[in-house]
């Protein structure tokens, strides 16, 4: 049976390097919970929130899904934004996609995928409801394009949970705001912002 002790080896030396940095840290993280920002991100690996935004462990509460997708019916997401918002008082929701994901791509491609049909239905979704705009669109401009598309779609699902809506009702500070992140080069681009108001500005 493999053990994985090369990540266990990992795991000690980061420990140690952040302990010789700040012999308190991990005392202090162990207390207290008390994030800002609430980052609904894709799975795949090559985005971690924590490091692209560079902020340390205890800042960022992190969900992340294939295609950093916000769906009505998905109690485990569901339940993340309201936990977020209610209880650590999160003053920021970022719904973060990144371009060439590959769960947009395969949204894309007319084939079985097997069960993730089931979840990538949200983007054909997407896709269909802006059909014109990406037909005008050449393959690799139009994964892109869907991807930011993706990522607006699901910043309306996240103002229209109830969760959103109340909090924003009781006019609590909450904005919720639409990034992409470009594997290419490590740099993210704002596409959305929403206000208390729930008025979205497009960048």
């Known amino acids: 049976m493999q053990t994985l002790q090369h990540l266990f080896k990992n795991n000690k030396a980061w420990a140690e390097s952040i302990l010789k940095e700040d012999p308190d840290f991990f005392l202090r993280l162990s207390k207290l919970q008390a994030p800002e920002l609430l980052w609904i991100g894709c799975s795949d690996s090559r985005v971690p929130a924590n490091e692209i935004i560079n902020l340390a462990p205890g800042e960022v509460f992190v969900h992340r899904n294939i295609a950093n997708v916000v769906v009505h019916t998905d109690l485990n997401c ?14 920021h929701i970022i719904v973060c996609g990144h371009y060439g994901c590959g769960g947009v791509a395969a949204a894309l491609e007319d084939k079985d995928h097997g069960l993730i049909d089931n979840w990538l239905g949200h983007i054909k979704d997407v896709s269909r409801l802006n059909q014109q705009e990406l037909n005008n669109l050449d393959d690799t401009d139009k994964l892109d394009r869907l991807c930011e598309l993706n990522v607006i779609e699901q910043v309306s699902n996240v103002c229209n949970t109830t969760i959103v809506k109340n909090a924003w009702k009781n006019e609590v500070d909450l904005h919720v705001h639409g990034w992409i992140y470009n594997i ?10 929403t206000p208390i108001s729930g008025q979205s500005t497009f960048v």
């Open 78 to 91: 569901l339940s993340v934004i309201q936990f977020a918002v209610e209880v650590l008082k999160i003053k």
């Open 184 to 193: 290419e080069n490590g740099i993210l681009k704002d596409l959305i912002e």
